[in-house]
């Protein structure tokens, strides 16, 4: 029956009243706790990796891609060997692959036990970096090999217009240039608040000492 | 960045070091679970959300335990920073936030029956918009005018007028309630 008098309704003393009977018997495990403090870390290295392989799965596209169109231009008959440009954009993007795909698998999403938690933040960090380091010079090896076969194509062309080739070449560096701004703006919104966040844990962690 | 060159010795030390601060916030949360606890039913509908709204507040707390500052009450500290969380996610569920005045009074109310005061004062409470509710809870749980208006950014002359007129309000709700 609820109290009909309400001159000296307490409502202070009511509510703690209320919330010793509803919480009594809610407690918070300490096996609850330590899940929310895992999850914090685990969920950027996942997010971070699950990045990492869609960027290889476009490696692997464009590999394919080019070999693709390396393999229809050699069949063609009486065609420049410009299949020979394309061998050799699709080698470069498997060895990119390959290299890639080892730092890749380096990164450790299992979940992380309370005995290696800075080592193996900064491990993980370390691979992920790697990853990126390795496109930037990636790029670059692409960009002189362009340039290389462009030099080398003209010299066999048309090598009586050298405006021609200066044209091109800097058409070319030009394009490679503005993909490379572009792959970095792209990496910087995909990867730079989550590599942001681990290093604040790791930051955390190591300003204990 | 100041992180690069610590030695093998210096990473054991700094995994102690956080295994001891990882305790220390175990035990101090396990300590003051019931404002996690109260923040939560007070701002949840469902089991589910009640239990995401408590890991979310435990993930927060973790990450900010570091620039908690000794001197201050832990207590309060989760206080604003649960009640924080708790608005936050309302928000990311794109829930409007209420501010309309008062308790909104539903069938519900009318129809269900309470057996004592305690249920009814918590049912009435959770009625509030989010912010009259975060006011009021912090009011029951005795804290002054200046420490609310400090948590909820209100004025405390403010906090004074809103908690006297939601009193009453509430008082009248359970004369409502009870007398039909």
Known sequence: ?209 | MHFLGTNSMNTKEVERNQLDLENEFVTLIQRNEGIIYKVTGLYSNTLEEEQDLKQEILLQAWKSFLRFRKDAKFSTWLYKLSLNVALNQLKKQKQKINTDYGIIANDQMFEKNYDDNHELLFYLIKQLNEVDRMMMTLYLEGYGNLEIAEITGITANNVNVKIHRIKQNIIQQFKKLNHG
């Open chain 1, 1 to 209: 029956m609820v109290d009909q008098s309400y001159s000296n309704f307490d409502l202070k003393k009511v509510w703690q009243e209320m919330a010793k009977k509803k919480f009594l018997n809610k407690e918070i495990e300490k096996q609850e706790i330590m899940e929310a403090l895992r999850s914090n870390s685990q969920s950027t290295i996942v997010n971070l990796k699950a990045g990492l392989r869609t960027k290889l799965n476009w490696i692997i596209g464009f590999m394919l891609f080019f070999g693709a169109t390396a393999g229809l231009d050699w069949l063609k008959p009486g065609s420049d060997p410009e299949h020979l440009f394309y061998f050799g954009f699709a080698g470069l993007y498997l060895a990119g692959f390959l290299i890639t795909y080892r730092k890749y698998q380096k990164i450790d999403v299992d979940p992380i036990d309370e005995n290696s938690i800075l080592s193996k933040l900064k491990m993980n960090r370390q691979a992920i970096k790697s990853v990126l380091n390795i496109e930037r010079i990636w790029g670059m090896i692409a960009m002189l090999f362009v340039f290389i076969y462009k030099v080398n194509d003209w010299a066999n062309k048309t090598h009586d217009d050298p405006k021609h080739l200066a044209i091109t070449v800097s058409i070319f560096l030009l394009f490679i240039v503005i993909l490379g701004f572009i792959a970095e703006l792209a990496n910087r919104r995909r990867f730079g608040k989550q590599l942001k966040k681990l290093d604040e844990n790791i930051i955390r962690l190591e300003t204990l000492s």
